[in-house]
Every structure is written in C-alpha cells, then in structure tokens.
C-alpha cells in the first residue's frame, strides 16, 4: 500500500495518527470495492460485502465529521472528497455487477399495465384492463356533458396545454385506475350513489377493502353514505373536484384532500388532510387534529348529528375544530381557515330537505331520467348555496 | 409503543424524543413533512445513524413526490452514513398499498448508496414498530463493531 507523503501537523500527533488511519481505511475500502467486482460472488455475498462497505464508510464519514475541528480546511476537503470518490466507485461497481432490471420503473406509467404483471410477481393482481372502463360501467352510457373544466381524464392526457399541477394530477390518478379502488372519475351535474360506484365483485367479502377516489368532478352530489349491505370505502382520496356537495360520513381510516374548490364536504375520517383547496364549507367528524396546506377560505364545522349513525363515533373526540395549517408557521391565528357560526351553518331544515331529495335519488338511480337527474341535483345545490356558498 | 395514540395528529414543526431500546438510548428527531419546512430538514443531518422514512401506505396520490423528496434526501453529503428504515404506515387500513408496490414506485431497489430496509407498520396497532426499529439498532452495532 503506498501511503504518499504525510504531511507532518507541527507535531500534532492525534491529528496525525488520523491522517494514518483515514487513508490507510480509505485504502481498505477501496480494496473491498475491488473484490465486489468479482464475478462469481453470489447474490447475498455480494450484498453483505456491499452493506459491509457501506457501513464503513459511514463509519469513516462520521470520523471525519468528529475531527474536523483538529482538521486543516484543505485536508478536510480532500478527505471529503476521497470518500466521495469511494461513494461514487461503490456505486459504480454496483450498477455494473447489478443484472440489468427487466423493465424499466421509470417509464412505468407509459408502459401497459400488462406487461407489468408479466415481469415482476407481485402478492397483489393487477386489474388487466382500466378499472375505470368496469366500474363505472352501469352509467357509463350517460353522455358526458361538454363543459369545459374539469375535463374527462383522457382529455388531460391528450390535452398538453393544460399546466403542470393538472397533468400531474391526471397522471396520478390514472396510476390509481389501475388498481383496486373504487372510483368516481370525471363527472359533472349527476348524483353518483354508493351502490353504482361499488360494482358487483369489486367490494370484497370482507366489507369494503378498497379506498375509493373521487376526482375532476364538477356539480355533482357525490355520495358514500353506507347503505343496506353496502360498506363505506376504508379511506378516501378526494382529487379537482368544484361546485359539488360531498356526503362521506363513514371513513374509517384517513382521507386525503387535493384540490376541491366551492363545495360542502360531509366527512368523518380518523385523519383529515387536505391540500391547495379554497372556499370548502367542511362538516367534519375527526379523532385527530385536522390538517390544512396551501388552503384558504376553508370553514369547518361539527359533523350534524344526523350523519352520524355509530355508537362508535359517539363515544370519540371530535376535533374538527383544532385544525393545524402547515403553511402558517406564526403563532397568530391561521387566515386559511375559521370555524362556522351556527347560523353560517347550513340549517336543520335545509338538511332534512336536501337529504330527501339525496335519498330520493339514491333509491331511483340509474331508472330516473338523467334529465330529471340532473335537475335534482341542480335544485339541491342551489338550494345549498343559498345557504352557504357551494356553486355560488 | 404503549402511548394513546387515538388522538396522535401529524408533526406540526419539530419534535424531539428519547426512546429507551434493547439498552440503547435513540434520540429520535421526528421532522414534520409538511412543504414549509422541508428546507430546515438539513439542521438534523448531522451524526445521523439511520434516516426514518415513514410513508403514508393509503396516500397512492403523493406517493411520485415521496420519491422525488426521498430521493434528493438521499443526494445530502451529511447523510451519506445514515442507513434508510422506509416505514409503510397505516398498512391496518384495508387496501392500502403493499410494501411491493411501495418498493417500486419509491425505486428503493436503485438505491446503491445507503443500506435500506422497508417495514410494513400500524401506528395505531403497534404492528412492527418494534421490529423496524430493532433494525435501526442492529444496523448501527454493526456498524459500531466493524474496524
């Protein structure tokens, strides 16, 4: 081993002694490196020299770190830079003995879910065709009204004007149309029950084991309230949704919130988390402190009593109104969020007329006439936003 | 962990805990994700034994900036030594996504610099929480114990 000029430290003997021993155990190293590159190591052999190095180095980066006190800046540096260096061979060594992966990840929400299935066993069966085209097939037939925004998923992707936010969130949501969810994906002035997103097959024995996504919907009752034998989706993922009335009353687990502009949304959820939404009027059941980011004009109230319909939730905490904003770091209180008046509140009345009419719509879809459909829902949310300011 | 954890919220900000494990004391600095202060996550990047990744298994939508977040994390010269636990919470919820899946859209498998583990878990049941971190303990004696 050569071991190159020392520099002699003015007799600084601990901070000699380190120089010795980093270049001696950066020399080691390199050798460990070296003996990865053979070719007949097996696989686990391999790693656990690799994972050996790795700790190593670890080992020889936090040395660095404690004795940077004693250390000259240009020594500093230069070690730096040695193991640096040794990162990089590491790695290097590694890609090269690596067998090539059979299909590339990165491209994967390019490549057709099929052949996805083919290459890498997974413990869970990936649904061959879009989830979409099964699910939401006992109204599918229904004409998709031309509005402008938000647009069907496909216009999204076939659409690359459309800014970034959007297309990532249309990307996003296609990824979860592969897989087992349950899913109410581009609709507008329609009421979309339980019963007609949860298709025969798709909720399994055991009572709702997939979450359910609702996204780029638009004047539209949305509504996951637990009917008959139909359990409620576990967790709930909310994505571009505006002017709409949501009733979701019976999540269990967490739901997570992107995007909903000037709408109500009815929830209890074990978690609240909800993202660059505005002007949302929230009656909310929470056992957790509920969490805002990048929202304004969002106003919480307590779940009406009405919805709930466990002794469950009875017997819990609701904190609907101790919301935390992640984006307002000051002590003062966040300008994001307020907390409902009762009479800002929409009325006892007004629910018991509202939820006949959702009911109502319930029991008839898909026989009702669409037209007759999509006045039912129009007079509800009016009648709302009258009340509040959902599609105002 | 034998704590209440039927009202624990999501870190707001910082906080820091000592955790008494297998007679190692682990001083845990729990980083809140939150965007604001992703930018202040690298005042905790020194002398740093293990990085603890804990991700949201019913999140599928912000699962691509997970990666993306994880994977600059990982470029920090600071946490060059630090092995990485990926802790899959909420996995007690039905339908959440499988460690497999997470692995792949978290492209856990192309990292080549830090030795990696991920850990299915339940904040709420307690579910393996102690096996994830009994990894953290091991991985840091071996390191300890190797020159």
């Known amino acids: 081993m050569s071991e190159g000029p020392i520099e002699i430290d003015g007799g600084h003997v601990p901070a000699l002694n380190f120089h010795q021993r980093f270049r001696q155990e950066i020399s080691t190293l390199r050798e460990s490196i070296d003996t990865l590159a053979i070719p007949d190591l097996t696989a686990s052999e391999r790693?656990?020299?690799?994972?050996q190095v790795l700790a190593g180095l670890a080992k020889l980066s936090a040395e660095l770190a404690d004795a940077s006190g004693n250390l000259p800046s240009y020594d500093q540096r230069s070690y730096n830079q040695a193991l640096k260096e040794l990162y990089d061979k590491l790695a290097i060594t590694r890609a090269s003995q690596t067998p090539k992966p059979k299909f590339s990840f990165k491209n994967k929400r390019l490549a057709a879910p099929v052949s996805e299935t083919n290459s890498v066993s997974t413990s869970r069966s990936v649904t061959p065709t879009h989830l979409r085209d099964t699910v939401y097939g006992p109204i599918q037939d229904s004409p998709m009204p031309a509005l402008p925004s938000p647009a069907s998923h496909s216009e999204y992707s076939r659409n690359p004007g459309r800014n970034v936010l959007e297309q990532r969130v249309s990307a996003d949501t296609s990824m979860i149309q592969d897989r087992d969810h349950f899913a109410v994906v581009g609709r507008?002035?329609?009421?979309?029950?339980?019963?007609?997103?949860?298709?025969?097959?798709?909720?399994?024995?055991?009572?709702?084991?997939?979450?359910?996504?609702?996204?780029?919907?638009a004047d539209s009752i949305v509504d996951l309230t637990p009917h008959s034998n139909i359990n409620p989706p576990p967790f709930l993922t909310i994505t571009s949704v505006q002017s709409s009335l949501l009733l979701a009353p019976s999540i269990k687990g967490p739901a997570h919130i992107t995007a909903l502009h000037r709408s109500i949304l009815v929830l209890s959820s074990h978690q609240f988390r909800m993202h660059d939404s505005h002007e949302v009027d929230v009656y909310l059941f929470c056992s957790s402190r509920p969490i805002i980011e990048n929202c304004s004009n969002i106003r919480f109230a307590s779940m009406p009593s009405r919805f709930i319909d466990t002794t469950d939730l009875r017997n819990r905490t609701n904190m609907f109104d101790q919301v935390d904003d992640f984006k307002w770091l000051r002590a003062e209180p966040s300008p994001n969020w307020s907390l409902m008046d009762d009479e800002e509140q929409i009325s006892d009345g007004v629910w018991s007329d509202v939820l006949q009419i959702v009911h109502r719509l319930h029991d008839d879809t898909p026989e009702a006439g669409k037209v007759l459909v999509k006045?039912?829902?129009?007079?509800?949310?009016?009648?709302?936003g009258k009340s509040s300011r959902a599609t105002s | 962990m034998n704590e209440d954890v039927s009202t624990?919220?999501?870190?707001?900000?910082?906080?820091?805990k000592t955790i008494d494990f297998q007679g190692y004391k682990l001083n845990i600095w729990d980083v809140g994700g939150q965007k604001t202060i992703r930018s202040y996550w690298r005042n905790y990047f020194e002398k740093t034994d293990a990085l603890i990744w804990v991700v949201d298994a019913t999140d599928r939508l912000r699962i691509g900036e997970c990666k993306t977040e994880l994977i600059e994390l990982l470029l920090e010269e600071?946490?060059?030594?630090a092995s990485l636990l990926v802790f899959l919470n909420k996995t007690d919820v039905p339908g959440c996504m499988g460690d497999d899946e997470v692995q792949r859209e978290l492209e856990l498998d192309s990292i080549s610099t830090h030795k990696w583990i991920i850990v299915r878990c339940s904040a709420i049941t307690g579910d393996n929480l102690t096996e994830g971190l009994a990894w953290v303990v091991q991985d840091a004696r071996d390191k300890l114990f190797l020159y």
């Open chain 2, 78 to 81: 600071r946490l060059s030594g």
């Open chain 1, 47 to 51: 790693q656990a020299s690799n994972d």
């Open chain 1, 375 to 384: 006045e039912a829902v129009g007079g509800v949310l009016s009648k709302l």
């Open chain 1, 188 to 217: 507008s002035n329609t009421y979309v029950g339980i019963a007609t997103i949860t298709a025969p097959g798709i909720i399994d024995a055991a009572g709702g084991a997939q979450g359910c996504i609702v996204s780029d919907t």
């Open chain 2, 8 to 16: 624990v919220s999501p870190t707001l900000g910082f906080i820091i």
